[in-house]
């Protein structure tokens, strides 16, 4: 027989024993539908780091940074920010000075873009390549695969001209 919250303690150190097991071997999940599977990947695969300013001069250069363009098919911007990622970003809520700006006023301006992507990657940024750090290599493909469709596409992502111009970018310092 043993105590009653003893045996509790037991049965929670097991099932998350069990669950940080299983779902280190589960790599995607619907990051918007709640689920088991999702509450148990948050759990093992940790997200989030502060971007470093060359991270985010690269990120930019890797669709070349360009801030003339403007707003094109739901990009916008030198960092091609769309509506959900701003959205994500919560900068409206979180820095008062950008209460007022919308989706189209804010990612057009390079200082409130480059607000709306630390704020995303303090809380979102991904271990993309699941290797237990992470780092700008993960923040660029998080910024552009997304936090769910970027696990596991590093390999592919690697052959693009986007990669070949963030790569000279960080390579270069
Ligand atoms: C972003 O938030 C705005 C304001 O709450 C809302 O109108 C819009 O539909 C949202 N967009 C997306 C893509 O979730
Ligand atoms: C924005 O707020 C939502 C809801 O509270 C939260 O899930 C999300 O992680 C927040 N985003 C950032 C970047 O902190
Ligand atoms: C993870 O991969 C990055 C490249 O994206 C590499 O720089 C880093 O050293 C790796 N970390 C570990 C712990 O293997």
Avoid at 2 to 29: F, K
Wanted: net charge negative; proline share 3%; charged share 20%.
């Amino acid at each position: 027989m043993c105590r009653l919250t003893l045996c509790l303690l037991l049965l929670v150190g097991v099932s998350v024993g069990v669950s940080v097991g299983v779902s280190m071997g589960v790599s995607v999940g619907a990051h918007l539908t709640p689920g088991t599977h999702h509450i148990q990947r948050r759990q093992a695969a940790p997200r989030g780091a502060d971007i470093s300013t060359s991270c985010l001069r690269c990120i930019c250069e890797a669709r070349q940074c360009d801030w003339q363009q403007g707003c094109q098919g739901g990009a916008c911007g030198g960092y091609r920010i769309t509506e959900p990622y701003f959205n994500h970003s919560n900068i409206t809520t979180e820095v008062p000075l950008y209460g007022d700006r919308t989706f189209e006023t804010c990612t057009v301006d390079p200082k409130c873009a480059i607000t709306v992507v630390r704020l995303y990657m303090r809380a979102l940024a991904t271990d993309c390549d699941e290797n237990g750090t992470i780092d700008c290599d993960d923040m660029m493909l998080t910024h552009y695969y997304g936090i769910e469709g970027c696990i596991g596409v590093r390999d592919y992502a690697e052959f693009t001209n986007d990669w070949a111009r963030y790569s000279a970018c960080i390579g270069s310092g």
